[in-house]
């Protein structure tokens, strides 16, 4: 791939940033035909793509809202992907406790608008539960007071394992995609945007790559990018921090998720069974500087376990949290709105005055569909062979492998998995593969640490590095960890 760069002389598509949409925009464009290059600074799904709920739905909260256009085009989208990556998808069952017969009406109704806006997309029939169902799909609810409860499905995956396999759906593509290269500048002719340059850090060697179109992808950091290429402009992205909280099965036991739809805040929350652990969250916090390991806050780490413990018969304490983990949103500015919760989950794509296109905004259910826009836009903006977008049905990755195979919570790597991670996945440092690669890190962290030396140290052997290099990835990845354990004093 670095050859790539080094040797071809111009693209059709420049993609910055090497999360959900950025991923999605390279398979998109690649499928087309478009000669197309990502670059992404640190992993790909490093940020905000690796740190979701798992789930891939329509949003209940959405319809909640009034929004039902986005509600149809999540549902729609959530269709597309359960087909397009059966081996990293699946349908999920939810469960809402209710608590009145209100609840039982008022979720019901609108569970079953829910369901017949999915169409023929649908994963699963709407079902009013009485208290003794209720309890049985739910082992683990605190039943006292519950009247009964509505079961409704929803898709669950694994966000930054379906990073890496439409990372190589790209390149299947024949698009080139890199990691750890940084863009540091825009390449300007006659005042449009014409290519970036950009540093490979791994190596300390800086490119420059030109193209008829440059696409910001970048999520979180989409502003900065804005700011390279118009100084000065207003913000477009304002953050908002969500935490989750993973705790072992038995406090949750069963195979039905929890919808919890109203906490104290008007979010929704939820406890998610996922691969044998439960993920608690989420919270929705305005965050005023972007971070690339945004932290926990206390008050969001009390909030989740007050919630939870609210709904759960067993008490879960600090001490009983194997993983922490924090994402930003990158929700669209709003002149007037208050809070971030209120703040559009709609994606907006921007076309500069060099045109240059930024799309950002969404969620990783709808991923696809802004691709296809920000394809479509950048394909007219810059005149490029208008071609079909084929993603609707394209499969991702390679299907034929289990990916639950590669997911690891307790289990030691063998050298055959971390060869595999390094040789067909650019999986470069040690973090890559225990946060990302496999899902130890987000998982169990005291787990992660644990394999933190040999699994370093059989990278090294792979990758050709020293001692040195072994030392210095243990020492980061250590930092790293301990901000995903809940400290307990």
């Not at 050859?3 to 398979?27: F, K, S």
């Not at 009406?105 to 169902?133: A, P």
Request: net charge positive.
């Amino acid at each position: 791939m670095l050859q790539r760069l080094g040797t071809e002389q111009e693209w059709d598509i420049i993609v910055i940033g090497g999360g959900a949409t950025g991923l999605g925009v390279a398979v998109d464009a690649a499928s087309r035909g478009y000669k197309t290059v990502l670059v992404e600074q640190f992993d790909f799904a490093k940020g905000t793509s690796s740190r979701a709920t798992k789930l891939v739905h329509g949003g209940v909260r959405y319809l909640a809202q009034g929004n039902i256009k986005l509600v149809m085009e999540a549902l729609r989208e959530r269709g597309y992907l359960l087909k397009n990556a059966p081996h990293l998808t699946t349908a999920l069952p939810f469960v809402i406790p209710a608590y009145s017969l209100w609840d039982k009406f008022y979720y019901g109704i609108g569970l079953m608008v829910y369901d017949i806006l999915s169409g023929t997309l649908s994963i699963g029939k709407t079902k009013v539960l009485s208290k003794k169902q209720a309890v049985q799909h739910l082992p683990g609810i605190e039943a006292a007071k519950l009247s009964g409860g509505i079961l409704y499905y929803d898709g669950q995956f694994d966000d930054a394992r379906l990073a890496t396999e439409l990372a190589k759906t790209a390149v299947q593509h024949g698009a080139a995609v890199v990691n750890y290269c940084k863009v540091t500048g825009l390449v300007k002719q006659d005042g449009k945007t014409c290519g970036v340059t950009v540093l490979d850090t791994v190596h300390n060697k800086p490119y420059q790559l030109k193209a008829k179109a440059v696409i910001n992808a970048t999520g979180v950091f989409t502003n900065a990018i804005l700011n390279m290429d118009e100084p000065g402009q207003q913000n477009l992205v304002a953050p908002s921090q969500g935490v989750h909280l993973v705790v072992d099965k038995h406090f949750f036991p069963g195979k039905h998720a929890m919808m919890i739809p109203k906490t104290d805040d008007g979010r929704v929350l939820f406890a998610v069974p996922w691969h044998d652990k439960v993920v608690l969250g989420t919270t929705d916090t305005p965050v005023e500087h972007v971070e690339v390991e945004p932290k926990p806050l206390e008050e969001e780490i009390a909030f989740i376990l007050h919630h939870a413990n609210r709904y759960l018969a067993a008490t879960i304490n600090r001490g009983d949290v194997r993983s922490m983990f924090a994402g930003l949103r990158p929700l669209v500015k709003q002149r007037h709105a208050k809070k971030t919760s209120v703040l559009s989950r709609d994606h907006t794509i921007l076309v500069s005055a060099s045109n240059m296109v930024t799309v950002t905004g969404g969620k990783w259910t709808t991923y696809r569909r802004m691709a296809e826009d920000a394809v479509n836009h950048a394909a007219t903006t810059t005149g490029l062979p208008a071609k079909p977008c084929i993603t609707k049905t394209l499969p991702i990755g390679k299907q034929a492998k289990d990916g639950d195979t590669l997911v690891h919570g307790s289990v030691t790597l063998t050298r055959e998995t971390i060869q595999y991670f390094v040789e067909e996945e650019m999986a470069i440092m040690l973090e890559d593969i225990l946060a990302r690669r496999t899902r130890v890190l987000f998982l169990n962290a005291a787990e992660a640490l644990a394999q933190a030396q040999s699994t370093a140290a059989t990278m090294a052997e792979i990758l050709g590095k020293d001692e040195h290099w072994v030392t210095s990835q243990v020492t980061s990845f250590k930092a790293l960890a301990s901000q995903y354990q809940l400290k307990t004093d």
